[in-house]
Each structure stands twice: as structure tokens, then as C-alpha cells.
């Protein structure tokens, strides 16, 4: 009972973290901060660079504890630039947001009873999938094994080589990391705290568009929100949103169909607005970059979504030089798509010991 307490206290922790995090890229002077803004790219922040770390780890075949240590200094660093970065413009961002809610008390309310209702019954259900209990065996197998993805979490034998959709997606290894940081077992971190924490980042992302769509119109948020529930609690079909969303919680691919794509129809809404904001393109340039490392799939669905979205901008607006910004975000994952692609034919391997050994 203890353990999962601090299991949904932590999911409000992590929100803190990426608030933190988004801060070092957000907060500056003259800028009006976004609450939410700020925590969507800080959770891709916060992925981009662990994932940077646990290769790092990776290929100098060091042990978990180690990726564990630098991680906690990383994650310390940002959390006080981020900080400090903030310390003027947080408070009236946050003050701006408590007037808002303010103002509509019973929607707000009505969104929050809403998440919460999801989100109990998602954690309190039963998730049966392969890829569910590979990412709770993966992370559990790296505690154990004071390892990082050198042994097969379903049959426990040591790999002689990196599987290369887990070499550059880190989602697994972070649980694994976070789960001994709080000496929780990675059960519960998963089931409970990432569960959590995926649901409430699709509400926000859904908020965010929803700002966009209505401007500050919230009866027709709550409704846009409250309908795009109701599709996921009755129209769970197979590889759909919903279905990510409410039986594969925790898994990397909840958090690419719930939040990353529909975070990238959000900033393409935001460069319909102004295709030459700067900040705009960074944001997803981030998006492209940090989603590789939640998920494998990332890499094909990220460019993908954005083709079919962003590119039509140069026509709307006619503006030419949308399509060299929009291939620069579509090169991260079509760049990992190829070393994937030549790691199945036997081009590319990363072993799991130094040369020679």
C-alpha cells in the first residue's frame, strides 16, 4: 500500500520534473510561458537526453547503476537551470492559469473527475499484452542484472548483441532507472506512475489543441475532451489510440499514439498561425528528436505524421522553405529507420561486449 502511494505521488513528480526540464528551453526573457507548452517539451527533453546517456552507457558496456548516477546528476542540473531559468516567469504563468480555472471552475472540475475516472479504471484493469510485460521484464531484468538491455527479459539469457528497437528507444531503462532512484518495483512504477502520467499528458495534449481550436471557449474544450474520452473508453479496436490508451498504458507506443502524434497536429495548428515561428519549428524538431526514444515506431510514424500534415503548409501558404524545415524534423527518424533497416540485414550490429573479449 505504501509503495503505491508514493507510486501516484510520483506521477505528479514527473510532471514537476518536465515542467522543469521544458523550463531550460522555455523560460527567457520577454516570453510569456505556457503551463503546458512548457511540460510538452520538457518531457521530450527529458527523453532526448536520457536517451543520449543510457547509448552512451550502452556502448561503453557499462552497468545500470552507472547510467543510474549520471542520470541523477543530469536530471539534478536541469532541474536547477530550469529553475532558476523560471523563478520569475513561472509564477505568473501559474497565475495566469489559476485565474482561468477560476473563471471556469465547474469545467475544469468536470475535466479533472473526468481524467481521474479514466485513469482509475486503466490502472485497475488488467493489461495482458507481449509488449506490456516486456516493458515491466526489461526494467525489473536491468535491476536484477545491474545491466542495460544485455539480457532477454522473457527467458532471462544473455544477449550477445543490442536488439536495435531497444538500442535507441530508452522508455524501458528509464523505468528501470526511476524504479531504483525510489526503490519502487517496476511494477508498480509502470502500472501505476507512467500509467498515470500517460493519461493525463493526452488530456493536456487534447486542452492544448482544444486552446487552439476554441480559443478560450471552455465549454467547447470540456466537450472536445469529454467526447475524445468517450471514443477511447467504447471504440478500443485493435493498434488504435484507444487501445494504447487503455490496455498498453505504460508502454512507450501509448505515449507516441496519445501524445506525440496528436502533439504534432497541435503544432502544426500552431504554424497555421505563423509557418515562420521559430520556436514553433524547434518544438518540433524536439518532438522528432525526444519521440525516438519512446518508441521504435517512432521513427517511421513521426515523419510520417509530419508529411502529411506540415508539408501541405508550403502549399497553403505558399512559402517554399517550409519543406526544407519540415525534411530537417522528418531526418531523425528516417535516419534511424535506415540503421534499423541495415541492422536487419546484418550490416550493423552493436555488441554487447568490448572487441576482442
Excluded at 507481449?130 to 545491466?147: C, E, H, K, P, R
Excluded at 504534432?264 to 525516438?292: M, Q
Aim: with cysteine.
Amino acid at each position: 500500500m505504501i509503495q503505491v502511494t508514493l507510486a501516484v505521488c510520483l506521477i505528479f513528480f514527473n510532471f514537476i520534473i518536465y515542467f522543469l526540464f521544458g523550463s531550460v528551453l522555455c523560460a527567457g526573457k520577454n516570453r510569456k510561458m505556457s503551463l503546458t507548452r512548457t511540460v510538452f517539451a520538457g518531457l521530450f527533453f527529458y527523453y532526448l537526453l536520457f536517451s543520449v546517456c543510457c547509448i552512451g552507457v550502452m556502448l561503453r558496456w557499462r552497468p545500470l547503476h552507472v547510467l543510474s548516477s549520471i542520470w541523477l546528476f543530469v536530471m539534478l542540473a536541469m532541474s536547477v537551470i530550469g529553475a532558476v531559468k523560471a523563478r520569475h516567469m513561472a509564477a505568473d504563468a501559474l497565475g495566469r492559469a489559476v485565474s482561468f480555472i477560476e473563471r471556469n471552475a465547474f469545467f475544469f472540475i468536470l475535466i479533472t473527475l473526468v481524467t481521474i475516472v479514466f485513469a482509475s479504471v486503466v490502472v485497475a484493469s488488467y493489461q495482458f499484452t507481449l509488449d506490456a510485460s516486456y516493458y515491466v521484464g526489461n526494467a525489473t531484468t536491468a535491476i536484477q542484472t545491474d545491466t542495460v538491455n544485455m539480457y532477454d527479459p522473457f527467458t532471462g539469457e544473455w544477449l550477445d548483441h543490442y536488439e536495435m528497437r531497444y538500442f535507441f528507444a530508452s522508455f524501458s531503462i528509464n523505468d528501470a532507472v526511476m524504479s531504483s532512484f525510489f526503490h519502487i518495483h517496476p511494477l508498480i512504477w509502470c502500472k501505476t506512475t507512467m500509467a498515470g502520467t500517460a493519461i493525463i499528458l493526452t488530456v493536456m495534449v487534447l486542452y492544448m489543441i482544444g486552446r487552439k481550436l476554441f480559443g478560450t471557449d471552455i465549454k467547447k474544450i470540456t466537450v472536445f475532451i469529454i467526447l475524445a474520452a468517450v471514443a477511447d473508453f467504447f471504440m478500443i479496436t485493435i493498434y488504435s489510440t484507444a487501445a494504447f490508451l487503455t490496455t498498453r498504458t505504460y508502454e512507450g507506443k501509448c505515449l507516441l499514439a496519445n501524445v506525440v502524434l496528436p502533439g504534432i497536429l497541435y503544432i502544426y495548428i500552431c504554424l497555421l498561425e505563423d509557418e515562420k515561428d521559430r520556436r514553433t519549428w524547434l518544438l518540433l524538431l524536439l518532438v522528432a528528436l525526444g519521440a525516438s526514444a519512446l518508441s521504435s515506431s517512432s521513427n517511421m510514424l513521426v515523419p510520417a505524421m509530419i508529411a502529411v500534415t506540415v508539408m501541405p503548409l508550403a502549399l497553403l501558404r505558399r512559402d517554399i522553405w517550409v519543406i526544407p524545415k519540415a525534411l530537417v524534423c522528418m531526418l531523425p527518424g528516417l535516419i534511424l529507420t535506415v540503421i534499423y533497416i541495415a541492422y536487419v540485414k546484418n550490416m550493423i550490429v552493436f555488441y554487447t561486449y568490448p572487441p576482442g573479449y
